[in-house]
């Protein structure tokens, strides 16, 4: 399996925490908008959290001491108190609301940036597979974050301030003694790196068993079929048993970690505290500091080590969300390999010409990686415009290569692809700006991806602005007039998830009306290889005659009678064009396609020529 | 308080119950634990207080001190601490070990019933909900367990605190009578403000990821039309949704924090407003007083522990909404208690007069089905699109039940067959091949005693011993989730493999082998039928090349066999069917 592959380039980096939020905050301007007030409401909120006990304290010192309380300056004080804690709340409320909204929003747009920035990567179409590992960079990364950001970044923000301010406090009352203090919290803060690094790799432990559970109960559910055909139910359960067994023990594993860790601090402080006794008593008597001041700073020690342990707490949930952080912010610093050249270098983009448009390619060769062999190998050759030609070949021939090199998915690593013709002049495609090509060229995908949304709302994605009407028109122009009107909403009828409403050959005939209404000058066509029942077939193919007459047409041929049809044929192997010529030309001539031509008519078991074609 | 949020706290508090029973042992030792950080909490300051009384003023005092009391402070601050951190520990590792159980206790339960529950009834829900029943929604349930024995220690704190306030001073205690309800009123109604938009937020959450999906396995549609503006538009406007609802959802947060801290302060400051009054009045001593103060503001952090509970339970209570279903479900494919006629080679198939009919659906799939096949014999199905191939099939292998007639085995009606029976001697290819993530061998034999012959035998048969030994570890190589090393064809080889290995009396194909290479197919077939004891095959097939290996053809369109026949007959005598198989083959690969 590829799992433990890095997906992007930039997936390999190896990256400190800080190194990570560095980057992140560079990517989030919004972050970083009205951060003053929120960091002075945020004072307010540290001092105040330290001010109450202290408050509440000089009441009970002030005001009660000696048995003979002064009821009028207990009244007084507590009211000042009360205002205090009133005031500090306030400064709390305020700056958690200042805080949401402005991660929320700098994560808002971190994640739009990262979706559009993956509809740029060539990973998406070349590694289908791999899409649910891309759609998690947007989601469920970015949740996380926000998740910790809501639940524990706060926390820990307001941890650290109070640290720092218990530490100045602290400090005022006895140096000495503030010295003890830290000097007893430094292992535990060289130790936080290793603790850090024990919880990941627990956790790490509980997301890959997590990623176990949920195989074998996918195999449950979508296997279900064969589970029950072969009856091996009691097995599947046992692997499911034993999947689940792993996971909870990885989790209490893990939890053991955490809750050792979490102690840690408390074994410091009590620590600190008995040092501080002692020292303080030998210090008190050799008159550095009085009774007063060391009781005091007994207390301020509780408010030194609450925030440690609650650092320690929110340590775990940082680790992770970082690791989403990083995440996220490869996609973003991954380069795509096709850019738009209106985007990369403004100057010397250029438009296609006007008319018809003719493909010619120019010693081209590709490879999917380095080191992989060529799927196209050093390709020369022109197709004139208005041309319908064929490209057969096996899997695995380059005839899939050559359609996405012509609609620039992918730019080849040698020679050039250039388009448009010997009257208007050829231009490179890569000094093509998307807006132009996209408008010009147009594919129809092998499989013609619907949305959930009506067929006119997926016809009008090859044209926005259409209405409802004229899209009805452009059905009836490909003669699908009937079909369309056949459905039980007409072009309102809705599609369902991934067009799943209507069967594979109704797709395509959606995706074909889209591609028609789209108008390009160029049109290249992914044949699908689904079976289609004989009616949708007959619609399919006068849909495409339509669609393809008076454009030039590449079409990636699964279909002896669409080679047939075609002005001309050319036969791919091995990343060259070996044949080129028409369908009559060829059968009889020496070369693969006379192969090809025998191989199906073997599979169609001698029967007599199709009728249709 | 309507009574929608009154049933939520009500239902809550009877699913935190349940988790209780469910795990009482865990669930005691937690609380015990959680007592004895609680005791020890209170205990620490006990014993900073005495140590101050006892050791610090008098050294100051006397102006010196022993090594003997300063060890003894400094031994009983640490004693008190390693008591109070054998608590936290406790508390932790027996709250975690508790919510875990509950956690693969349920997962179990719920992948049972998947395993348990007929296939009608996986038909009837989508996959990543079932996905979801069994993680996140299990998950979701019992998430609130981990601060629970944390919550009801500090209720047990809570209620001595009380006692002894009254004991102490009535008047004082009254304002404990208004604080701690108050604490608990604001949690409360926190955790109903809270669930709906939580809940908002959740289901932005999916839609986002819904949208995300559905545009990158779009990926080509987008980028070949230029569409990735506009793709980014639909994105952004339902993250810049999500945004705000996370935003709503962070502002009562945002003011329920503050809150929980501030009151607990208030309380302690009445307290001292009132018992200076009382201590003036001379109906309080002052010490008393101060030790009442210092047990409010202790109980500040395990009121809030009740808080993180409450505040989970609507969502625990959503995702257990989502689980109990699933475990209520009932439906159990009933056998029977007959055993097969025994016998090799080929068995006899009977269908007689069957009809099904999917749930809810008005027009049937299949509507009076009679054929039969002979031991050792091969028919095809052929049909449109719809025409009910695919549920024939699974008749056949008794994935379901017909509504209406029969469908025999040897002359026995396959619901009469015990568990067991019919898988034994029945074998199933079905359309998407299913690959178990295991390893090359593991997904022949799954886990039948089969050597390593037999495994060899069956994968030349199925024509797959010319790559296995390719791959890195031969028989040994893992396949990856559902196969995803293997191509298409080498999933279908595989997946026919493990029928052929059963020596299955029959064998029932739902085009499972669309992949291969159709002069690979013929091989297969061939091999299957030219044994000296023959298999009986049905086979749901599209090519001409496997159609016209069958010894009969049954046509089937709209549910009903129209015509059955040799492939010849049927081609010349049946309009339809002619069409039908041109069609398809002119829809081969050309490659």
């Given at each position: 399996m590829t799992a433990d592959e890095p997906l992007l380039a930039a997936d390999t980096r190896a990256e400190g925490a800080f190194a990570t939020l560095r980057r992140g905050l560079r990517m989030m301007p919004e972050f970083r908008r009205g951060l003053p007030v929120t960091f002075a409401l945020a004072l307010v909120a540290t001092a105040g959290r330290v001010v109450v006990p202290i408050a509440v304290q000089q009441v009970i010192d002030r005001g009660l001491a000696g048995g003979s309380p002064d009821p009028s300056l207990v009244t007084r004080l507590v009211l000042l108190c009360a205002l205090v804690v009133l005031l500090t709340a306030f400064a709390v409320f305020r700056m958690n609301v200042r805080l949401f909204r402005t991660t929320e929003t700098a994560l808002a747009g971190l994640r739009v940036r990262a979706f559009r920035h993956v509809h740029d990567l060539s990973v998406l179409h070349q590694q289908g597979e791999r899409r649910g590992s891309l759609v998690s960079r947007v989601t469920s990364d970015v949740d996380q974050l926000s998740v910790f950001m809501q639940w524990g970044g706060v926390l820990g923000l307001i941890s650290v301030g109070q640290l720092v301010v218990a530490t100045v406090v602290m400090a005022f009352y006895s140096w000495q003694l503030t010295l003890l203090v830290l000097i007893c919290f430094v292992p535990l803060g060289i130790a936080v790196r290793w603790f850090a690094k024990r919880l990941a790799a627990a956790y790490a432990i509980v997301r890959e068993r997590v990623g176990d559970v949920l195989g074998a109960v996918a195999e449950s559910v979508v296997g279900a079929p064969t589970v029950r055909a072969y009856g091996v139910g009691n097995r599947t359960a046992a692997r499911l048993d034993a999947a689940i067994g792993r996971h909870y023990r990885a989790q209490v594993d893990a939890q053991k970690v955490t809750a050792a860790v979490f102690v840690s601090g408390e074994f410091v402080a009590a620590l600190a505290n008995a040092a501080v006794v002692v020292v303080g008593v030998l210090l008190g008597l050799g008159g550095e500091i009085s009774a007063g001041t060391l009781v005091a700073f007994l207390f301020l020690v509780t408010l030194f080590v609450a925030p440690v342990q609650t650092a320690s707490e929110v340590l775990n949930e940082a680790q992770n969300a970082i690791a989403g952080f990083r995440r996220v912010l490869d996609v973003i610093d991954t380069e795509p390999d096709v850019r738009d050249p209106a985007v990369a270098d403004p100057g010397s983009v250029r438009e296609l010409p006007f008319g018809p448009l003719g493909v010619r390619f120019d010693e081209v060769s590709f490879r999917y990686a380095p080191g992989a062999p060529k799927a196209l190998d050093g390709v020369t050759l022109t197709i004139e415009p208005r041309r319908r030609v064929a490209i057969v070949g096996e899997t695995g021939s380059g005839k899939t290569t050559f359609a996405k090199l012509v609609t620039r998915l992918m730019d080849p690593v040698e020679g050039r692809v250039l388009l448009g013709s010997d009257a208007a002049g050829w231009v490179p495609l890569d000094e093509v700006a998307f807006a132009s090509l996209r408008s010009r060229v147009v594919m129809v995908p092998q499989d013609g991806f619907l949305f959930d949304a009506t067929i006119a709302e997926n016809v009008r994605y090859g044209r926005p602005g259409m209405t409802d009407a004229q899209v009805a028109v452009a059905f009836e122009e490909l003669g699908l007039g009937a079909w369309v009107e056949g459905l039980s909403e007409g072009v309102g009828t809705a599609v369902g998830q991934r067009g799943e409403s209507l069967s594979a050959g109704e797709r395509q005939l959606?995706?074909?009306?889209?591609?028609?209404?789209?108008?390009?000058?160029?049109?290249?066509?992914?044949?699908?290889?689904?079976?289609?029942?004989?009616?949708?077939?007959?619609?399919?193919?006068?849909?495409?005659?339509?669609?393809?007459?008076?454009?030039?047409?590449?079409?990636?041929a699964h279909r002896l009678s669409t080679a047939e049809r075609a002005d001309e044929v050319l036969v791919v192997d091995g990343g060259r064009v070996v044949q080129r010529g028409t369908h009559a030309e060829l059968v009889d001539a020496d070369g693969p396609y006379a192969g090809l031509h025998a191989s199906w008519r073997r599979s169609s078991a001698g029967e007599p020529e199709p009728a249709i074609g | 308080m309507t009574p929608r949020r009154d049933a939520v706290v009500r239902r809550g508090l009877r699913h935190v119950w349940r988790g209780i029973v469910e795990q009482p042992g865990m669930f005691t030792l937690a609380v015990l634990a959680s007592s004895l950080y609680g005791a020890m909490t209170v205990a620490s300051a006990w014993v900073i207080g005495e140590i101050t009384d006892r050791v610090l003023l008098p050294s100051f005092a006397d102006g010196a001190t022993t090594a003997a009391a300063l060890s003894l402070a400094a031994a009983a601050i640490v004693a008190v601490a390693l008591l109070k951190i054998v608590g936290i520990l406790g508390r932790r590792l027996f709250a975690g070990i508790m919510s875990y159980r509950l956690q693969a206790d349920y997962r179990r339960r719920v992948t049972r019933q998947y395993l348990r529950l007929p296939l009608s009834w996986h038909q009837r829900h989508p996959t990543g909900q079932l996905l979801s029943n069994a993680n996140s929604d299990v998950e979701a349930s019992w998430f609130f367990v981990a601060p629970l024995p944390f919550a009801v220690g500090a209720l047990v704190m809570i209620a001595i605190t009380v006692v002894a306030l009254f004991l102490t001073d009535p008047l004082i205690a009254l304002v404990g009578l208004v604080v701690f309800p108050a604490v608990f009123a604001v949690n409360v109604f926190y955790s109903q403000v809270m669930s709906p938009r939580m809940q908002r937020a959740q289901q932005l959450r999916a839609e986002v990821s819904e949208i995300a999906h559905e545009s990158f396995d779009a990926a080509l549609v987008v980028k070949t039309l230029g569409r990735e503006e506009s793709e980014t538009d639909r994105f952004r406007a339902r993250a810049e949704e999500l945004r705000d609802s996370l935003v709503a959802v962070g502002r009562v947060r945002g003011l329920f924090d503050p809150l929980m801290e501030a009151l607990p302060s208030l309380g302690t400051l009445a307290v001292l407003l009132i018992g200076a009054a009382r201590v003036a009045d001379g109906s309080t001593a002052a010490g008393e007083l101060v030790s009442i103060a210092y047990l409010f503001t202790l109980l500040a952090l395990p009121i809030r522990a009740i808080g993180w509970v409450l505040a989970d339970l609507p969502r625990a209570l959503a995702g257990f909404d989502r689980v109990t279903p699933v475990l209520e479900a009932t439906g159990e494919t009933p056998y029977g208690s007959e055993r097969a006629p025994a016998g090799t080679g080929g068995a006899a198939v009977g269908?007689?007069?069957?009809?099904?009919?999917?749930?809810?659906?008005?027009?049937p799939t299949l509507d009076g089905v009679t054929f039969d096949v002979p031991a050792g014999r091969t028919v095809a199905i052929v049909g449109p699109t719809g025409s009910g191939k695919s549920t024939l099939a699974g008749l056949l292998v008794r994935l379901v039940d017909p509504s209406d007639g029969h469908v025999l085995l040897d002359g026995v009606d396959l619901r009469r067959l015990r568990e067991g029976e019919v898988s034994d001697r029945v074998a199933f290819v079905a359309q998407g091949t299913f690959l178990f993530d295991d390893t090359v061998r593991g997904n022949v034999t799954l886990g039948a005693d089969i050597g390593d012959d037999e495994v060899w035998a069956a994968l030349r048969v199925a024509a797959a011993a010319g790559f296995v030994p390719a791959l890195p570890e031969g028989l040994d190589t893992r396949v990856g989730e559902r196969g995803a090393t293997l191509s298409g064809g080498q999933r279908q080889r595989l997946a026919l493999a493990r029928a052929i290995v059963r020596r299955p009396r029959l064998l029932v194909l739902d085009d499972a082998t669309s992949a291969v290479d159709p002069s690979v197919e013929s091989r297969i077939l061939d091999a299957l039928r030219s044994s000296d004891d023959p298999v009986t095959v049905v086979v749901v097939a599209y090519r001409q090349a496997t159609i016209a290996l069958a010894d009969e053809v049954v046509w089937l369109e709209h549910g009903q066999v129209l015509a059955r026949g040799t492939h010849d007959q049927l081609l010349a005598e049946v309009p339809g069917y002619a069409a039908l198989v041109r069609a398809y083959s002119q829809a081969e690969v050309a490659a």
């Open positions: 959606v995706a074909v009306a889209r591609a028609y209404v789209a108008d390009p000058d160029l049109l290249v066509l992914d044949e699908a290889t689904s079976a289609v029942d004989p009616a949708t077939e007959r619609r399919l193919t006068r849909a495409l005659d339509t669609l393809t007459d008076g454009r030039t047409t590449l079409t990636i | 269908v007689e007069d069957v009809g099904f009919a999917f749930d809810g659906s008005t027009r």
